[in-house]
């Protein structure tokens, strides 16, 4: 009698639980949400309760409410130049990507020998250290002696040409087509491996039904190529638009955002009020103007998107 009722006795509580139960997932999540946060979640809220006050490190805090903004908005011409500079960015930066690209990977989606190779040389400047890419690209477009320059006054003197080489680095309107260089080279394999990853994915009954129809070249990337690959595009679009949006170590290295804040972007922007005038309040406001733009601009792009990604049957339409 004794063994059957100790044999039916309630456990202790800690012994109830069963690994089905989902206390256990929720103890191994709970370090990436501590790390969350605390390095993500509470320094957001605090840019945000930052931004309403006006804080120089030195002294004591000071409400100001919306003026960090509306200065921004009304009276601050270095922010509005910065805001021209990286629309100018955005406008060229990613639609040369893109489009780069895009063609680099059909063309490296063809059989040919040594493929792989080619491959490796365009994506390795994805790998290359963004630093010490644009300390060469100072030398590279150095007025004086740089490999451009030089290939300049070389192509001059034999043709007989009063040609001159840009200053690229210190004319305002060199500076910024040079940080577009520099960006493109660095980041175009990165959007070709993704293109030849969706490439590699359409079928090639698409590609002989065409053929059999009589399609040329541009016709079967026109309306076989563009549309299978159209969903990549629009993925590529929002993210590239985003770091375009965030466009600072290019700038910081090569050009020091200038000249004359030529390529001044938002983000180097947040950077020089913050760290080097020391005012965080403003600092942080600037912070929350990028990230507004940011979710309008990836808002409108997910609206129309509608109109022109196409994806196979059973997916968005």
């Known amino acids: 009698m004794t063994a059957s009722t100790s044999s039916h006795s309630p456990l202790p509580r800690w012994r109830r639980y069963q690994p089905d139960q989902q206390w256990e997932a929720y103890l191994f999540l709970l370090p990436s949400f501590a ?50 500079n990286t629309f100018y960015f955005i406008v060229t930066i990613v639609p040369l990507q893109l489009a780069f690209g895009l063609l680099l990977a059909v063309a490296l989606n063809q059989g040919m020998r040594g493929l792989e190779i080619y491959r490796l040389i365009y994506f390795m400047p994805v790998v290359t250290t963004i630093v010490a890419a644009a300390l060469v690209f100072q030398w590279f477009f150095n007025r004086d002696f740089g490999i451009l320059a030089a290939a300049v006054w070389e192509l001059g003197s034999k043709t007989g040409l009063p040609i001159r080489p840009p200053d690229w680095l210190n004319d305002p309107d060199w500076a910024k087509p040079a940080v577009v260089i520099l960006t493109l080279w660095k980041n175009t394999g990165f959007t070709m491996v ?115 990604v196409h994806y196979e049957a059973g997916g968005e339409s």
């Open 35 to 84: 790390g969350f946060l605390i390095f993500v979640a509470i320094p957001v809220v605090a840019s945000l309760a930052l931004s309403l006050f006006e804080w120089s490190l030195l002294s004591p805090p000071e409400f100001v409410g919306f003026k960090n903004y509306t200065q921004l908005l009304s009276s601050d011409l270095v922010f509005r130049k910065v805001l021209v």
């Open 194 to 308: 993704i293109y030849l990853a969706a490439l590699q994915g359409v079928p090639t009954e698409l590609y002989d039904a065409a053929k059999v129809d009589g399609a040329s070249a541009w016709q079967r990337f026109r309306s076989v190529t563009f549309p299978m690959v159209s969903p990549t595009t629009f993925f590529l679009m929002v993210i590239q638009m985003i770091g375009a949006f965030q466009l600072f170590s290019e700038a910081f290295v090569m050009t020091q955002g200038g000249p004359a804040n030529a390529t001044l972007t938002i983000v180097y922007y947040i950077y020089q009020m913050a760290f080097e005038f020391q005012r965080m309040g403003r600092g942080a406001a600037v912070a929350w103007v990028l990230f507004i733009f940011i979710f309008i601009f990836t808002l409108v792009q997910t609206r129309l998107q509608r109109r022109w």
